[in-house]
């Protein structure tokens, strides 16, 4: 939220932006860190003995409730709270549980990677299944996909996308501003109960910007798709950028490497 963060080679972290509570200008500096995150107003890292570090603003005891110890393998931050994996691969959650999304967390282990929404949060396991849980408005839980070799996955304020063993990107949850792929009005977007999981670009053309035009203020989500970034979102919010033109692509697309919601 207004801020922003990031790490050199080295290990070191830089901040920038609003400074409200501190979370640009308390950064820690005794460590190399890796597994950079930020939510609103704060931010987590791992140290070099992979302990969590956090910094910002604390209302939820995003910054003091965060777990103790070494090891961790993995971070994800959401806006009000987040989600570890232990170096036994449990989740341990802290910071705000409107929605259940602390108190919920799943028991037992295996977890690989984790990710922390406005509300909920979901989890890969080992054999890359997907967990999620806590508050499910908009099926951001009940409607995960099913089956396992999902290898990433990324929650947003309301909807999540997964990356399956086949490279293609899945999305579920809040579909209002086209977030889940379904670009409106092309393919009938906007449905607020949520189409899930929807598979990006196998019914519905993408829209495609250059990189440095995004608008990161929407909810967008991005991806690298072979050489190109694929963007989709609601043109009128803003998301296209300060040149506002857009190229409808149709056909498919798969073998998607990496992606971030928001």
């Not at 099926?139 to 309301?158: K, L």
């Not at 440095?212 to 798709?225: C, F, K, R």
Request: charged share 15%; aromatic share 10%.
């Amino acid at each position: 939220a207004s801020h922003s963060c990031a790490l050199d080679g080295s290990g070191a972290i830089a901040c920038w932006g609003y400074n409200g509570f501190g979370q640009t200008s308390n950064i820690p500096t005794s460590s190399t860190y890796s597994g950079l995150q930020s939510g609103a107003h704060y931010n987590c890292v791992l140290d070099a003995s992979d302990s969590i570090v956090c910094w910002g603003r604390d209302d939820f005891a995003q910054i003091s409730g965060k777990p103790t110890g070494a090891g961790f393998i993995w971070l994800g931050v959401g806006p009000y709270h987040a989600c570890a994996i232990t170096p036994s691969g449990s989740i341990e959650c802290w910071g705000n549980n409107t929605g259940s999304q602390v108190s919920s967390t799943p028991a037992g282990s295996g977890y690989v990677q984790v990710t922390a929404g406005r509300d909920h949060s979901c989890a890969l396991d080992e054999f890359g299944a997907i967990s999620c849980w806590g508050d499910d408005a908009y099926r951001q839980v009940s409607h995960r996909p099913t089956g396992t070799g999902y290898t990433a996955i990324d929650a947003g304020w309301w909807h999540t996308c997964a990356i399956s063993a086949g490279g293609e990107l899945e999305c579920w949850g809040l579909d209002d501003e086209g977030q889940l792929g379904s670009l409106q009005p092309v393919c009938g977007g906007g449905d607020a109960d949520a189409w899930a999981p929807f598979e990006v670009g196998v019914s519905c053309p993408l829209v495609y910007w250059d990189m440095e035009t995004l608008d990161s203020n929407g909810d967008v989500v991005d991806a690298i798709g072979g050489n190109n970034l694929e963007a989709y979102g609601n043109p009128t919010a803003g998301e296209p950028g300060v040149h506002g033109t857009t190229f409808q692509l149709t056909g498919t697309a798969d073998h998607f490497l990496s992606m971030s919601a928001y």
